[in-house]
T-cell receptor, first 109, second 118 residues
């Protein structure tokens, strides 16, 4: 079967670094996505990984290990505006996105 | 680039009426658009996949006669909630897949439509 799991909520301090983990199980895999969703708004695309390794984009980086069914989103130099839900999703063999429930990230001053 | 718009952003209607939501890809062509529903503090739930020029594919448990989807062009898909009831109140979000393929099939989301049925 297919499943995807990420922590429900995390708390971090402004200026610090936080890592949000995502684990998944699937027989067909076409990449893993991370999206950011602020309360009351639609998700916005952050990153896409299809090969193993780390992809860096400014303050945000995303890592993938296909053999372990594992990804993480790393946020550096946290800002208050980074308070949001972070959704991971993998694309299955039918090119359909399977969504995690999202991790609510709370940033404290 | 890759901007998706939705209209309306907010709608309040009486029970029993029908509501149409439009989803447009503004600066790219989308052969495939997706319709999601999201209840408060829950994750996205895919309702249906809309392909230009063909019938939509509905997820299990989603009534195709209640949620009518039309994808008449490469830039427009519509979702009509027929005979809406209070339990249909939710946040409806569309997304579109860039025909050119983006960073491999990335979906870009519209801003969402908040529906409240009284």
């Amino acid at each position: 079967g297919q499943n995807i799991d990420q922590p429900t909520e995390m708390t971090a301090t402004e200026g610090a670094i936080v890592q949000i983990n995502c684990t998944y199980q699937t027989s067909g895999f076409n990449g893993l996505f991370w999206y950011q969703q602020h309360a009351g708004e639609a998700p916005t695309f952050l990153s896409y990984n299809v090969l193993d390794g780390l992809e860096e984009k400014g303050r945000f980086s995303s890592f993938l290990s296909r053999s372990k069914g594992y990804s993480y989103l790393l946020l550096k130099e946290l800002q208050m505006k980074d308070s949001a839900s972070y959704l991971c999703a993998f694309m299955d063999s039918n090119y359909q996105l399977i969504w995690g429930a999202g991790t609510k990230l709370i940033i404290k001053p | 680039g890759a901007v998706v718009s939705q209209h309306p952003s907010w709608v309040i209607c009486k029970s029993g009426t029908s509501v149409k939501i439009e989803c447009r890809s503004l600066d790219f062509q989308a052969t495939t658009m997706f319709w999601y529903r999201q209840f408060p503090k829950q994750s996205l739930m895919l309702m249906a996949t809309s392909n230009e020029g063909s019938k939509a594919t509905y997820e299990q448990g989603v009534e195709k006669d209640k949620f009518l989807i039309n994808h008449a062009s490469l830039t427009l898909s519509t979702l009509t909630v027929t005979s809406a009831h209070p339990e249909d109140s939710s946040f409806y979000i569309c997304s579109a897949r860039d025909l050119a393929g983006g960073p491999s099939e990335t979906q870009y989301f519209g801003p969402g439509t908040r529906l409240l049925v009284l």
